[in-house]
């Protein structure tokens, strides 16, 4: 009996590397996303940014033939697409930030205040003693509130462990989106030559039927994702926008503030607007208890007009995905991988659905997916 001992060898070192992976998997894990992690986060940010990219190029001089306008239209779109993140995320935070401060300032002003009315209520309750009311009224919670902030601002200790640990991180994260952004900008700008030589090694290694097969669901994957970051925007922008404008015709304060903030949270599908709403509400909450109530209705019914017309229309339809599915990717994809599963869960999902979908139906054929 003739052994192959090749196969062999390549078989029992594949077991190998295997049961190292196994039996090792948190380091290798950690190592390997370790070192890959500029290249990943590259991956994501030049994905989000090519869909404003691409917009740009599709209306930056497209009848001119002149060669600086074919030249230019790539990198000068990319600065424009890399611009308008910037001045959304300056924007958001912008709105956000100096208000959530001057709440944050008002609760405390308003917290001794408040504990003080509440001592005065449980005073009137029967079976809590007379020495439990009077120990509370001897606290001074002014000087015991301003304690508590002053160890929240300034921190626990000057421990030179922490230091140096934090320096690290922080010097780490930099070099870490230094490199992000430098793989983002390659992938943006060589993304065409990129596509080209990942087609030439697939077709070279792969057989036609599998490539085939293999191209189509890429494609069906990039439509999904793609069909999703902008139907999520539009619905989370129409939803930020509708708050704000309820918000200033009711008179209630921090309008614009809370306005981004759920606009920012609705990008997390289906449960995203309701963390908004509950930092709303205990803002409103300090300056007004009425208005806060008040709020809290007109985001519940702002959610069912929501999640009935504007959802269905802006992004249900446009990744083709039942309700049902939508949950359960959310339910799923927060459970194993938190906010981040929720986000990628969804399009994930929707284009699963559709090759399983078209698959049973036979309503594509994958032989007949065109070449590009």
């Known amino acids: 009996m003739n052994f192959n001992w090749k196969l062999l060898f390549k078989l029992g070192f594949s077991v190998f590397l295997l049961y190292l992976c196994i039996s090792y998997w948190d380091k290798v ?58 001045a959304v995320i300056a924007l958001v935070i912008g709105l956000v930030v100096p208000q959530f401060i001057s709440c944050i300032q008002v609760l405390i002003e308003k917290l001794p205040t408040a504990i003080a009315d509440g001592i005065t209520r449980l005073s009137k309750v029967e079976f809590i003693s007379d020495e439990v009311i009077a120990a509370l009224k001897a606290i001074n919670w002014q000087e015991k509130i301003a304690g508590i902030v002053g160890v929240a ?32 900008i390659y992938f943006l700008l060589g993304k065409n030559k990129l596509l080209r030589q990942g087609k030439k ?27 999703y970051i902008v139907g999520q925007c539009i619905e989370a922008v129409i939803l930020g926008v509708l708050c704000t404008v309820g918000m200033l015709i009711l008179k209630m304060p921090y309008a614009t503030m809370i306005g981004a903030l759920i606009a920012l949270t609705a990008l997390i599908p289906i449960v995203g607007a309701f963390f908004g709403a509950g930092i709303g509400a205990f803002m409103i909450l300090t300056e007004d208890p009425i208005k806060a109530l008040i709020f809290v209705i007109y985001i519940v019914v702002l959610q069912q007009l929501e999640g009935n017309l504007i959802y269905p229309k802006v992004v249900g339809t446009s990744i083709g995905l039942p309700a049902i599915w939508v949950l359960a990717a959310v339910t799923v994809g927060g ?27 036979n309503k594509k054929e994958l032989s007949d997916v065109p070449e590009n």
């Open 201 to 227: 090694v697939l077709k070279h290694y792969l057989k036609e039927n599998i490539y085939k097969k293999l191209k189509y669901g890429l494609k069906v994957f990039n439509d999904s994702f793609h069909r």
């Open 29 to 86: 894990s950690v190592a390997i996303l370790g070192a890959s992690a500029p290249i990943i986060i590259g991956f994501v940010i030049a994905y989000l940014v090519n869909i404003i990219m691409s917009f740009y190029e599709r209306h930056y001089f497209v009848k001119s033939k002149k060669k600086w306008s074919i030249k230019s239209r790539r990198p000068v779109c990319m600065i424009g697409a890399f611009l308008t993140v910037l």
């Open 153 to 184: 601002s300034t921190g626990v200790g000057n421990v030179v462990g922490i230091l140096i640990t934090s320096v690290t991180a922080v010097f780490s994260g930099i070099v870490t989106g230094f490199l992000s952004l430098i793989f983002a």
């Open 335 to 361: 459970g194993v991988f938190g906010i981040t599963g929720m986000l990628i869960f969804v399009p994930l999902t929707a284009a699963i659905f559709k090759i399983v979908k078209d698959d049973i139906n």
